[in-house]
């Protein structure tokens, strides 16, 4: 058993840090001491890691480093023996390595506040800068300004931990990972017709618009056939997306919207026998309904609440896991929510504008109320690709596409993707991206 000894100050964002490293990453078993002033780390054979106390050295009183001037500055890149690259940031601390034999290390590189700078998003309560959609975009983050946006730089640091404890002489087993790919869809359109005057509407503006007869016929004659039951609609893409889970021995997680009170939401009911028969036809099939909560309800815990029990009487069943409409987050408002309302999984965690580890991982992992000073018992589950970030935000061609999805996929056991039913253009796209995905 490893003995952890602390320093006294901002003790449960430590025992927190350590409990996520040692018990949810590496399933080592530790006890937790007091006294020492840094993370001083004891193995069975009395061989001792120093990982030197660079932040909350400086923000001993609680909650002191909630402020804007504890943002790390400058990020400078290391090397060492112990790293998987050939470098690594340095969040807090210094490059300073002193080795003693096999007998001792002291790592200047302060690991667990790192760490808990990129899980806990702090980050993004201290830094007001918000896009139009009152997201905090991924270029004001410190990993894009920096450079490693697109590692999961906590993994990293974990590793660069447990090659330390190797030399050290450690030798009990640790949590051995198995690859996951995890595809969820978020429903925010059932379908692309809804009636006869939503057509009429979009084949005035083909004519007077786009300054073609032709499409505004063609609009009519495909919502003919899809009313005579000839055709699809072509958001309908449901079965498709089942079929595509099914060929890899995957489930698909289908997020689906159950109200809101913004232009953004309400474009089909829960309750309408359209969506009430997919439902069943994706519980039948094996698949898993979570939850989509509308547009204003990531920081409304009424509004949550209300959407939550309305899609649960619908489905009749409880409801485990989501993300929020738009990616709207807000640290640590909508994690509260989401735990009160006895959620178990969100999988917010993602930028709209860039792909990459938000919170420097894709693993799962407890999430941490940053004012509460509590883990809470919902877990994060990081969101790291999105159809809409491809093709919207980025506009990246096929190449830069493929490369990038390799380069993810090959420093993470976890890869969460959410491809929309109505990505009708890209399916083929997302066919190919899973086919790099299963064979990394």
């Known amino acids: 058993m490893l003995i952890i000894n602390t320093p006294t100050d901002n003790l449960k964002e430590r025992k927190y840090i350590i409990h996520i490293i ?42 002191d480093y909630l402020m804007p001037d504890s943002l790390p500055t400058k990020i400078e890149y290391t090397s060492n023996d112990f790293i998987i690259g050939r470098d690594i940031p340095i969040i807090f601390g210094n490059s300073s390595f002193n080795i003693t034999d096999s007998s001792s290390i002291t790592c200047g590189i302060d690991v667990f506040a790192s760490i808990f700078f990129m899980v806990s998003r702090w980050e993004e309560f201290v830094n007001p800068s918000r896009d139009v959609h009152d ?34 002489g450690f030798n009990k087993d640790r949590k051995l990972r198995k690859k996951q790919l995890v595809l969820t869809h978020d429903i925010d359109r059932l379908y692309m017709w809804k009636n006869w005057l939503q057509v009429l509407r979009v084949a005035i503006g083909d004519i007077l618009k786009r300054k073609s007869i032709n499409l505004a016929k063609e609009r009519f004659s495909e919502y003919n056939l899809i009313k005579s039951k000839k055709i699809n609609d072509p ?27 913004t232009k953004y939401n309400n474009r089909y009911r829960i309750d309408e026998p359209k969506c009430i028969e997919l439902i069943s036809k994706i519980k039948k099939r094996g698949h898993i309904i979570g939850f989509h909560p509308s547009y204003n309800a990531y920081n409304d815990s009424i509004q949550f609440k209300k959407e939550k029990e309305k899609l649960e009487y619908a489905i009749g069943e409880e409801i485990r896991e989501g993300r929020g409409h738009y990616l709207r987050f807000e640290v640590p408002t909508t994690w509260q929510i989401w735990e009160n309302s006895g959620m178990k999984i969100d999988s917010t965690c993602g930028y709209a504008d860039r792909v990459g580890f938000r919170c420097g991982t894709g693993q799962e992992y407890s999430v941490f109320n940053i004012l509460t000073r509590e883990k809470l018992k919902l877990k994060e589950r990081p969101l790291l690709l999105m159809d809409t970030t491809l093709f919207g935000y980025q506009k990246l061609d096929q190449d830069i596409i493929r490369d ?31 086919s790099i995905l299963y064979k990394s």
């Open 404 to 434: 990038l999805v390799i380069n993810l996929s090959l420093h993470t056991n976890m890869f969460t993707v959410l491809w929309h039913n109505t990505q009708i253009q890209h399916m083929n796209d997302y066919e190919k991206l899973l």
């Open 22 to 63: 040692f018990n949810e990453f590496l399933d080592i078993e530790y006890c937790h001491k007091t006294g020492s002033s840094n993370w001083d780390i004891t193995l069975d054979n009395n061989h001792k890691l120093i990982i030197e106390d660079h932040f909350f050295s400086k923000n001993k009183n609680d909650l």
């Open 135 to 168: 997201r905090f975009p991924s270029t004001e983050s410190i990993s894009y300004k920096n450079g490693f946006l697109n590692r999961p730089i906590v993994d990293e640091y974990i590793e660069m931990l447990m090659n330390m404890f190797l030399y050290l």
């Open 235 to 261: 958001y309908d893409t449901f079965d498709h997306l089942m079929n595509i889970s099914d060929e890899y021995s995957l489930k698909s997680h289908f997020y689906f919207m159950s109200g809101g009170l």
